[in-house]
């Protein structure tokens, strides 16, 4: 489908909607995230479940320590803001300042996974292997799925900002890069219930 | 036209108006975000000081993780705007009908039986 | 820019694979589908034939319990759910009055992945046997302890399957909301679209838990996570809410497209409208809602405790309510209507009955004290059996008479017709209402045998010879298929059915493009009101153009494929002496799936445009 939109005029103030692509995708990706919210869901209710259950194995309140979750949570918190600023430059049709604030996003993304990364190892060597117990397995598998995710959005929003690196802002990047911030965003948010629930709850007694 | 879809544009359509209702906005998203990082402080200074009791620090960070969550999705995500109206639908289902599942999930493993 | 000339002369095969055109993804998906259904079909046959005498050893318990998994998964996941995707594929958008779907790449990588998804559990025949722990796969008979490598592959199958399922249920939802033509607002869409639309919803918010579920059952297996070991902290039950939060949704997912599918035929062989259109509606919102809230009537016997199966028992009882108005609906649509009795209308009216009897039977499930006895007895195989052949197998029966002609331009024959409906209702009433009895006194489902003198021989004698002739009620069908392919006449109206929505606007065979121009929708039933109100033709909304179609691509086939490759190389880590090390099978799955995303993301596609003068060419060839 063409667009409809007067070149001339110059770019739409919503230039991820104007085309149907874009609103297809638009859509298309919320239901996604509609669907991901309830997967997640899942997987939190099962670490909720199996919580108590550390079979003698090391527990939450031994092991977590906020300093550094709180660090992670700064940062990730930090690449939402600058990927919200980023479509904010798109819509003004600023490509190199867009670039600029998803290059930082990026960049807070593989510090947060650094980090998480460095705390898994140190679980282990503290002795809470993935077999450990049922909480082990449930929290690794909770927090490693949030991982993965950011791990798939840098590698996602790095193909994209290298792919259109020169090419201005354009009625097919600003749908794909607009979907993409959103997926960040999303991330953040699971974060948010993950430190709260996970490490908070974790530490906090209960 | 196709090769139209890839080409950059040499200039913004948007009038002296709507660059400053986006400024605006752009200010209101730097001000929840500064929020939501005074809410997220408050969140670990509540559990890390023990300041106050258990059973109240939980419902409390709970709800400071709910608030958060409308900002993200409102503001950030902007589901707050105009034709956003299947967006909302759908995360909103998602949230409603996550709520059984985590509820069984929790409570319902025949552990204590209601 | 290219032209049309890009599709033309390109191999049938490669044509095939590389389709993104939603009528030809249909045919995939029912060629697909119908094998999947022969396969599980043969299967339930082999398992009448075992049951057909007491202690009798054509099969092992082995055996017999890889058959019942099989069958059961294979029915639902590989066989139901493609056939209905199938119709809605075909139908959907002609029947909103678009071009194509919303997002017609993924369209094709929903098939793709589905379909290697089920090569992958298919496959598991040959590396020592299919899974064993029936289709519901309950914790711990599926954990590495009791379960071989068949439940490896019935893990990874169903999570590659379930991606496909998941992108096809989202390009649905974006379709239905996004691509209606001018006119067709939401309250005059078919109750086909409607249903559709409905059930792609479902498909996101049920199939996302599955593939939570699988993948914590994956982890168990493959890399000794502790969900389900009491010992280690886990929970075996965690399992049986994961899987019925799904399980108990995807039975909706499977009978709303069926009761569309009704909600299309009975109206057009009745000569009425739908009767009580927007109740219909309102009554599939609220049967998709209560779908998510009474999961634990699968667990009563569990011992959950007294309140929460009081409150589910309630919520199940309740989601009759809105079944019963869509029943009463159709029987009022044909109330007084000008029936013809072919045998799409045959399947579609005797979908009815059967239905209710499977509901009937459903509420006294419900009834929590009394479940305790039907638990696990041949009561709720009859009772699911109703429901699924009874609704959804007739349904897409009825669909299928219905929409042949509109997809491969001839009717099938009716006098075969007839004698596949008739061979196939009376076998699958002579299979399944004794089964509601042998239930009731006391013969438990999932086993391979029963001894003699217990009073179940008569009844299961009938139970197998009414499956069989069943099961020539479908070789009746797959001969009139080769039948009619060469016999029957050509369809060269729009209209066969004398029907009354938009996809019977098009001209047969449909040009890939759907429509020449956009139509304009005045009402619902839009073709049955241009022929009442107009002059019997739909209104463009636009001039003739060039129109624009998608380019074909070969990478939704290479992802299904890497995706084949991960998931039998995570299969690999349960095997003995593998070959290869697993490893690097995982690892080629994962170039071959990524890089094609890869490739897909950084290289622009805009497609093509066919030019107006041969629009208008093909348009003069067709009519
Ligand atoms: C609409 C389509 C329906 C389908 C496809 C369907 C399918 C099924 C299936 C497959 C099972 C067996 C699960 C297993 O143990 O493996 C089942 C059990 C059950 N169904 Fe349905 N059902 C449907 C409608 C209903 C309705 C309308 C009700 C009640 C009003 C109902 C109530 C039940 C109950 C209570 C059970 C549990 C029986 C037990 O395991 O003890 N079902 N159904
Ligand atoms: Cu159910």
Redesign the interface.
């Known amino acids: 489908?063409?667009?409809s939109?007067d070149?001339s005029?110059?770019?739409?103030?919503h230039p991820e909607?104007a085309?149907?692509e874009g609103?297809?995708k638009?859509?298309?990706f919320?239901?996604?995230?509609?669907?991901?919210?309830?997967?997640f869901?899942?997987?939190?209710?099962?670490f909720?479940?199996?919580r108590?259950?550390?079979?003698g194995g090391p527990t939450a309140e031994e092991l977590f320590s906020?300093p550094l979750?709180?660090i992670m949570?700064?940062l990730l918190?930090t690449s939402?803001?600058t990927s919200?600023?980023a479509m904010?430059s798109m819509?003004?049709?600023n490509?190199k300042s867009m670039l600029v604030l998803m290059i930082v996003t990026v960049l807070l993304g593989a510090a947060f996974l650094g980090f998480e990364i460095y705390e898994f190892v140190e679980y282990v060597h503290h002795g809470l292997g993935?077999?450990?117990?049922?909480?082990?397995?449930?929290f690794y598998?909770l927090v490693g799925l949030h991982g993965a995710h950011v791990l798939f959005g840098l590698c996602?929003i790095t193909?994209?900002i290298i792919?259109y690196s020169r090419?201005?802002?354009?009625?097919?990047n600003a749908p794909?890069f607009y979907v993409a911030s959103?997926y960040w965003?999303?991330i953040?948010?699971i974060w948010?219930?993950i430190?709260?629930?996970v490490y908070?709850?974790g530490?906090?007694?209960? | 036209m196709a090769d139209d879809l890839s080409k950059p544009f040499p200039k913004s359509s948007m009038s002296e108006e709507e660059i400053m209702k986006i400024n605006k906005e752009r200010r209101i998203q730097v001000t929840s975000f500064a929020f939501m990082i005074f809410l997220t402080i408050l969140a670990f200074v509540a559990v890390a000081t023990e300041m106050i009791e258990v059973g109240f620090a939980i419902p409390f960070i709970l709800l400071l993780a709910v608030i958060q969550f409308f900002l993200q999705m409102y503001y950030f995500m902007h589901l707050k705007d105009k034709d956003h109206g299947w967006p909302n639908a759908f995360i909103i289902s998602g949230v409603v009908l996550s709520t059984p599942a985590l509820i069984a999930l929790i409570l319902l493993l025949g552990v204590t039986k209601y | 820019m290219s032209t049309a000339a890009a599709t033309k002369d390109k191999s049938v095969l490669w044509d095939w694979l590389t389709t993104v055109d939603h009528k030809k993804l249909a045919i995939l998906y029912l060629v697909a589908g119908g094998l999947f259904f022969i396969k599980a079909g043969l299967m339930a046959v082999f398992m009448r034939i075992q049951l057909m005498t007491a202690e009798n050893d054509f099969l092992t318990g082995q055996t017999f319990n890889e058959l019942i998994t099989m069958h059961g998964t294979i029915m639902l996941f590989l066989a139901a759910t493609p056939l209905i995707f199938a119709f809605m594929n075909f139908v959907i958008p002609l029947q909103i009055g678009a071009r194509d779907v919303a997002f017609p790449f993924v369209n094709a990588l929903g098939f793709w992945i589905f379909f290697f998804g089920g090569l992958l559990l298919s496959v598991s025949w040959f590396f020592g046997g299919g899974p064993d722990a029936g289709w519901t796969a309950y914790v711990p008979l599926s954990s590495g302890e009791y379960a071989d490598l068949g439940l490896d592959f019935y893990v990874l199958g169903l999570q590659v399957s379930g991606i496909g399922t998941l992108v096809s249920g989202i390009n649905f939802i974006v379709t239905i909301i996004n691509m209606r033509a001018p006119g067709m607002t939401m309250m005059r869409m078919p109750l086909f679209c409607w249903t559709g639309l409905v059930i792609s919803i479902l498909i996101v918010f049920a199939f996302t838990p599955l593939a939570a579920g699988l993948a914590l059952l994956m982890l168990d297996r493959l890399f000794g996570g502790q969900f389900f070991i009491p010992d280690m902290g886990g929970n075996a039950v965690l399992w049986q809410h994961i899987f019925w939060i799904f399980g108990h949704p995807e039975v909706y997912i499977l009978v709303l497209p069926a009761f569309g599918i009704i909600s299309e035929v009975v109206p057009a062989f009745s000569r009425k409208r739908l009767f009580g259109y927007t109740a219909m509606v309102f009554a599939t919102l609220v049967i998709a809602f209560l779908g998510f809230m009474v999961w634990v009537h699968h667990m009563f016997t569990v011992g959950l405790g007294p309140i929460t199966n009081s409150v589910f028992a309630i919520a199940t009882m309740g989601i009759a309510v809105p079944t019963g108005i869509k029943i009463f609906n159709w029987l009022f649509t044909m109330w007084g209507g000008k029936i013809t009795f072919n045998t799409a209308m045959l399947c579609a009216s005797s979908f009815v009955p059967t239905f209710v009897l499977g509901g009937v039977t459903g509420v006294m499930l419900a009834m929590t004290p009394v479940d305790y006895l039907y638990h696990d007895t041949y009561f709720v195989v009859a009772h699911f059996h109703y429901i699924i052949i009874g609704g959804i197998v007739l349904g897409l029966l009825a669909g299928l008479y219905y929409w042949y002609p509109k997809m491969f331009g001839h009717k099938l024959n009716e006098k075969l017709g007839m004698l596949m409906f008739w061979l196939f209702y009376i076998g699958f009433h002579m299979t399944f209402f004794i089964q509601h009895i042998l239930g009731l006194i006391g013969m438990p489902r999932r086993v391979y045998t029963y001894l003699e003198g217990q009073g179940m021989e008569t009844m299961n004698l009938i139970s197998s010879i009414g499956s069989f002739v069943m099961g020539a009620g479908i070789l009746v069908l797959l001969i009139n298929v080769v039948y009619s392919a060469f016999k029957a006449e050509r369809i060269t109206v729009n209209d066969p059915w004398d029907a009354r929505t938009l996809e019977w606007a098009t001209p047969t065979p449909i040009p890939e493009y759907n429509f020449a121009q956009t139509p304009q929708v005045r009402s619902l039933d839009p073709l049955f009101y241009e022929k009442m109100h107009g002059d019997g033709t739909i209104k463009p909304a636009e001039p003739m153009e060039d129109i624009h179609m998608p380019n074909g691509s070969i990478l939704p086939f290479i992802i299904g494929l890497g995706l084949f490759t991960w998931g039998f190389g995570m299969v690999m880590i349960n095997m003995e002496n593998p070959i290869i090390p697993p490893a690097v099978v995982i690892g080629v799955g994962f170039v071959l799936t990524f890089g094609s995303m890869f490739i897909r993301s950084i290289k622009e596609d805009h497609g093509y445009h066919i030019p107006v003068e041969q629009v208008k060419k093909i348009e003069k060839e067709v009519s």
Not at chain 1, 41 to 46: D, L, Y
Not at chain 1, 130 to 138: D, E, G, R
Not at chain 1, 167 to 172: A, H
């Open positions: 489908m063409s667009s939109v070149f005029k110059g770019l739409p103030s909607k085309t149907l609103k297809n638009f859509l298309g919320w239901v996604f995230l509609g669907g991901e919210t309830i997967m869901a899942t997987f939190f209710g099962t909720l479940g199996l108590e259950g550390t079979a906020l979750v709180f949570t700064m918190l939402s803001l919200v600023l904010f819509k003004k049709n490509h993935y077999t450990t117990s049922a909480f082990a397995s449930s598998t996602w193909t994209l792919r090419s201005g802002i354009t009625l097919t794909k959103l965003h999303f953040d948010v948010v219930f430190f709260t629930v908070l709850l530490i906090g007694g209960a």
